[in-house]
T-cell receptor, first 113, second 113 residues
């Protein structure tokens, strides 16, 4: 399975932008970059995903490096509700429809008021 | 409400017993995934079903089994339970293809005493 590397934790202030980095140097051409977040005692929540181009949605933006070996999740204006563990995952579409996501340890994002 | 329904929310049982966890996927999703999350292991992928057929297996023990029924709901059966099986069990659903993320349920907290 392709692996990702994320910092264990990051801290930011409320109402400031947050940039969460992810390295995936062994990414293959068919891997999509997915981001999920998990609040305490809740199931993971889909945030955003992309292949090559930068992506925006109502929750966040995803900036993908030109060589696709790294990406950055951008929360434009962090709130206390954004405090969570953020997971960067590569979704590989293998033959036969098998595509279980492999979660790493993620980045624990702390938001200071 | 994510659209993925898991029951029960909490389950307490004794060692050696057998339990069944149930998951109803989001409407229209054909794939169901089961994950186990314990404090020291993080989110571990167990198994994936697509339209009633097993498609991928992760770190699922032989004491555990799953199935997906014609109405697409899925059940995870855990038998000969041990103390170490105490964990949160999450179900997620998705469709195959590049446009979809996973939608997770709120989980079943299993406590084995």
């Amino acid at each position: 399975d392709a692996k990702t590397t994320q910092p264990n934790s990051m801290e930011s202030n409320e109402e400031e932008p947050v940039h969460l980095p992810c390295n995936h140097s062994t990414i293959s051409g068919t891997d999509y970059i997915h981001w999920y977040r998990q609040l305490p005692s809740q199931g993971p929540e889909y945030v955003i995903h992309g292949l090559t181009s930068n992506v925006n949605n109502r929750m966040a933006s995803l900036a993908i490096a030109e060589d696709r070996k790294s990406s950055t999740l951008i929360l434009h204006r962090a709130t206390l509700r954004d405090a969570a563990v953020y997971y960067c995952i590569l979704r590989t579409y293998s033959g036969g429809g098998a595509d279980g996501l492999t979660f790493g340890k993620g980045t624990h994002l702390i938001i200071q008021p | 409400d994510s659209g993925v329904t898991q029951t029960p929310k909490h389950l307490i049982t004794a060692t050696g017993q057998r339990v069944t966890l149930r998951c109803s996927p989001r409407s229209g999703d054909l794939s169901v995934y089961w994950y186990q999350q314990s404090l020291d292991q993080g989110l571990q992928f167990l198994i994936q079903y697509y339209n009633g057929e097993e498609r991928a297996k992760g770190n699922i023990l032989e004491r555990f089994s799953a199935q997906q029924f014609p109405d697409l709901h899925s059940e995870l059966n855990l038998s000969s339970l041990e103390l170490g099986d105490s964990a949160l069990y999450f179900c997620a659903s998705s469709n195959l293809g590049s446009n979809y993320g996973y939608t997770f349920g709120s989980g079943t907290r299993l406590t084995v005493v």
